[in-house]
């Protein structure tokens, strides 16, 4: 195994009552949206990138969670795209994608560009969507609002 590859995402809930959070539609599992970091892109730069060419959606600064982020760590291996990475095809490489947390003040119609569909899911934790990624990050973001309970609430000032 090589270098690290980087990834970056964003989790999308609305500050509205019942609280939602967005999810994107691959042809068999629930995703964010998400994508790789171009050459020394920062990981936030290209979840904001990925945010606004998956979903159509630009979140102000001042709606991004000043405090959250959450990495994942997994083992990929690449075919074709491996050379996009600095890799062989076949190569396995570890993947590190890093999470940010943002709101909307409701429910918005998304522009899907890369996948199936998209959903708005209602926030009550805890989720069993996806084991791998998804609760995971829906944990640590419980766990988050949890550890600073205004969070939802500085958002909407």
Request: overall charge negative; proline content about 7%.
């Amino acid at each position: 195994m090589s270098d690290l590859v980087r990834a970056a995402g964003v989790l999308v809930m609305t500050l509205d009552t019942p609280t939602q959070f967005l999810l994107m539609r691959h042809a068999d599992r629930w995703d964010l949206p998400k994508g790789h970091c171009d050459g020394d892109e920062t990981y936030e730069a290209a979840a904001r990138r990925e945010l606004m060419e998956e979903t159509g959606l630009a979140i102000p600064d001042d709606r991004f969670d000043p405090v959250f982020m959450w990495d994942l760590q997994y083992d990929v291996r690449y075919g074709r795209r491996a050379t996009q990475f600095g890799g062989t095809p076949g190569e396995i490489r570890r993947k590190n994608v890093r999470y940010f947390l943002a709101f909307v003040p409701e429910i918005t119609t998304i522009e899907v560009s890369e996948h199936e569909s998209s959903q708005w899911f209602p926030w009550s934790p805890p989720h069993q969507i996806q084991s791998r990624s998804i609760d995971p990050l829906l944990a640590a973001v419980a766990e988050h609002f949890e550890s600073a309970p205004n969070t939802i609430e500085s958002m909407r000032r």
